[in-house]
């Protein structure tokens, strides 16, 4: 079935990646340095065959012995707090990890494709989001080291295919959530179950009227699995078109944890996105892909996992 190298491989979706390369037949090659990503997500994998692991940093030079099919760059701070945290290495992950994961496609003349983001998009003009806008986003705010870096990571994918050759995909992942999101991660699905569960308020920024779309994680991987085996080379949303103001996420939090927390609204952060809504004709069209877990069995399901971790 082949052989992958998946960058970010101990993250939230890196970690379900290998799962179900795995669970396909292929070998895998997961890469992390833990900036953000946990060894607990991958510890099930150890010692399974077919499985190996690598410590590094991706900005640095890769080696890696044997063939390889496939290389997924998965590896970046995806959440606010990390990349208000880290901006240096999200910038650097996302610019000179790139380039070196697109050398090592190269090289071994495999098929790549780039994690890229809904936030390429920025705080947009156009709703729903289809793949040909181009975006509304501030390179100098606080978010851009985030948002320039995954739009430079597209731009050099894009170069990598026409002037290399490299078989390339990209796929701009709208609000995913599941197991193996982190407490702390800062994101509003873990921020508003931990603070449920922990019986604290539950923080809505601004007036909750900003709008999001999310997605289950088993249905991204498998939207993100067969983008990869797809012939579309370029951008393609994959997300839940089904959206929500954040004040009404809130309150179905509130009823699935069953706690009485109040709702505590603190100021809107620097350019955070008003709308967020994916247009997902591309990829019905030609993945013959849509999200099939609704809302309410995805985030029971998250609940429970936030239960175990707390």
């Known amino acids: 079935m082949g052989r992958a190298l998946i960058t970010g491989g101990a993250g939230f979706l890196g970690s ?22 946990s060894p607990n997500n991958i510890k099930h994998l150890f010692g399974r065959d077919g499985f190996s692991f690598i410590k590094q940093d991706v900005t640095n030079y890769i080696h890696i012995d044997g063939p390889l099919d496939y290389v997924l760059h998965f590896a970046s701070p995806a959440s606010p707090i990390d990349y208000l945290e880290k901006p240096i290495q999200t910038l650097k992950v996302g610019s000179l990890g790139t380039h070196k994961t697109l ?18 998009y920025g705080d947009p003009l156009v709703h729903p989001q289809r793949e040909e806008y181009w975006g509304n ?6 978010r851009g080291v985030y948002d320039e870096a995954k739009r430079f990571a597209e731009s050099m994918t894009m170069a990598y ?18 197991e193996r999101m982190r407490v702390n991660d800062g994101r509003v699905v873990p921020a ?28 991204l991987i498998d939207g993100i699995y067969r ?46 996105p008003k709308i967020r809504r ?3 004709t591309k990829a019905r069209t030609l993945l013959n892909w849509e999200p099939k877990v609704p809302l309410e069995e995805g985030i029971s399901r998250t609940i429970d996992y936030f239960r175990s971790v707390l």
């Open 137 to 142: 986003v501030n390179p100098v705010g606080p």
């Open 103 to 120: 050398g090592v496609a190269k090289d071994k003349g495999a098929r790549y494709i780039i994690a890229s983001t809904s936030e390429v």
């Open 16 to 37: 379900h990646l290998c799962d179900l390369f795995l669970e396909r037949g292929h070998e895998v090659v997961c890469m992390d340095n833990f900036l953000t990503g």
């Open 192 to 219: 508003f179950i931990s603070q449920a569960l922990r019986n604290e308020p539950l923080t809505v920024f601004g007036d909750g009227s900003q709008t999001r779309s999310f997605c289950y994680v088993s249905d």
């Open 278 to 280: 994916p247009d997902i």
């Open 227 to 272: 983008l990869l085996m797809s012939d579309e080379v370029q951008p393609t949303n994959i997300g839940n078109p089904a959206e929500m103001t954040v004040l009404q996420f809130a309150e179905t939090i509130k009823r699935l944890t069953g706690t009485n927390a109040p709702i505590e609204f603190r100021p809107l952060p620097e350019d955070d």
């Open 161 to 178: 295919h026409r002037f290399h050759g490299v078989e390339t995909r990209i796929v701009r992942i709208f609000n995913t959530y599941g």
